[in-house]
């Protein structure tokens, strides 16, 4: 998350013009952004956890 954050901050330059009523380097945008995608892939590896817990695993090895 550090390395992608400090990626976004090299890049901004790019989005700069594409921005409206926000500065590129607004704190609680990257903050915002960086706590969203934290909170989407908790919730991803989340359901893939519950999804594998319902498996019992015999099955799946005499399946093999």
């Given at each position: 998350m550090?390395a992608?954050l400090?990626?976004?901050?090299a890049?901004v330059?790019l989005?700069a013009?594409?921005?409206y009523g926000?500065?590129p380097?607004?704190?609680?945008?990257?903050g915002?952004?960086?706590v969203?995608?934290?909170l989407?892939t908790?919730?991803?590896?989340?359901?893939a956890?519950r999804?594998?817990?319902?498996i019992?695993p015999?099955?799946?090895?005499?399946?093999?």
């Amino acid at each position: 998350m550090v390395a992608g954050l400090a990626l976004a901050l090299a890049a901004v330059h790019l989005l700069a013009a594409v921005l409206y009523g926000i500065s590129p380097t607004d704190p609680l945008t990257f903050g915002g952004v960086a706590v969203l995608l934290m909170l989407v892939t908790l919730a991803a590896g989340y359901a893939a956890a519950r999804r594998g817990l319902r498996i019992d695993p015999a099955v799946v090895l005499r399946r093999e």
